[in-house]
């Protein structure tokens, strides 16, 4: 089975930055696409992006590409998301998952990770 860990969360002041970490074990990471998804309680979860185990990014559109990053790092089997400058909105729980489709970033997204809470506060 699949399975994703997400640390790094936390409480933060607006304008304060955080790097969230999505390990996987290394069959996972080598196989599959795995994406950074967040949610807001009461309203839907919000697609981020998706890194491909070739290295191939996809953004989707609620991905600020002049606030986030992601990188990955081989070695440690893990993803990151790192978020600049966050503000308020971005108080959600980020989740991180793989995708469906070996060695890509289609179909839906399974063995979903138990999540990490960010709360920017003003």
């Known amino acids: 089975e699949r399975q994703l860990v997400e640390s790094g969360g936390g409480l933060v002041q607006a304008g304060e930055t955080l790097r969230l970490s999505c390990a996987a074990d290394?069959?996972?990471?080598?196989?599959?696409?795995i994406g950074w998804f967040r949610q807001v309680p009461g309203k839907e979860r919000e697609a981020l992006s998706c890194l491909t185990p070739s290295g191939g990014l996809t953004y989707f559109k609620d991905f600020d590409k002049d606030r986030f990053t992601v990188s990955s790092d081989n070695a440690k089997n893990t993803i990151y998301l790192q978020m600049n400058n966050l503000k308020p909105e971005d108080t959600a729980v980020y989740s991180c998952?793989?995708?469906?489709?070996?060695?890509?970033?289609?179909?839906?997204?399974?063995?979903w990770g138990q999540g990490t809470q960010v709360t920017v506060s003003l």
């Open positions: 290394r069959f996972t990471f080598l196989n599959y696409g």
């Open positions: 998952a793989t995708a469906s489709d070996r060695g890509a970033c289609g179909g839906s997204f399974s063995s």
